[in-house]
């Protein structure tokens, strides 16, 4: 009898853990990471939690626009955000965004329809893959 294997998510939601703003000390605790920790809590009873991995990355260059948070899919364009807040809004609306991303069927995420914090701040959107 075999183990039937865990379902990888067909989306991630991917979380620069480096980010910091122009001007803190290197010794600080990381913007970035203080977001990626808000969404992972959040992230750990979320119900979408099978549509869509939470990513920790080193570095999404996007350094010099901290905090950096990127959305990619199976057959869906890729999209690369920039001048994040690290807040409990803007963690929960990461979530929010990623919820609608995965129910779209084409991966388009038309500006007005995004929540408040992710409606500014787009530094790409990257067409599908093969």
């Known amino acids: 009898m075999s183990e039937a294997s865990p379902t990888v998510p067909a989306h991630t ?3 620069c853990v480096t980010c910091r703003p122009k001007g803190a000390p290197p010794e600080a605790v990381r913007d970035g990471r ?3 920790e808000a969404v992972a809590a959040l ?3 979320w119900p979408g939690r ?3 991995a939470l990513n920790g990355v080193e570095c999404m260059s996007g350094c010099d626009r ?3 948070v990127a959305l990619s ?3 869906k364009p890729s999209y690369l955000f920039c001048d ?3 807040t409990p809004e803007t963690a929960a609306a990461a979530l929010d965004l990623a919820a609608q ?3 779209s069927d084409t991966g388009v995420l038309m500006r007005g329809d995004r929540p408040g914090p992710f409606r500014s701040g787009i530094l790409a959107k990257i067409p599908p893959g093969l």
């Open 73 to 75: 899919g199976r057959g």
């Open 50 to 52: 099978d549509q869509v």
């Open 84 to 86: 994040k807040a690290p």
């Open 43 to 45: 992230h750990a009873d």
């Open 101 to 103: 991303y995965a129910a």
């Open 13 to 15: 939601l991917h979380i």
């Open 66 to 68: 901290a905090c950096t």
């Open 34 to 36: 203080v977001l990626y």
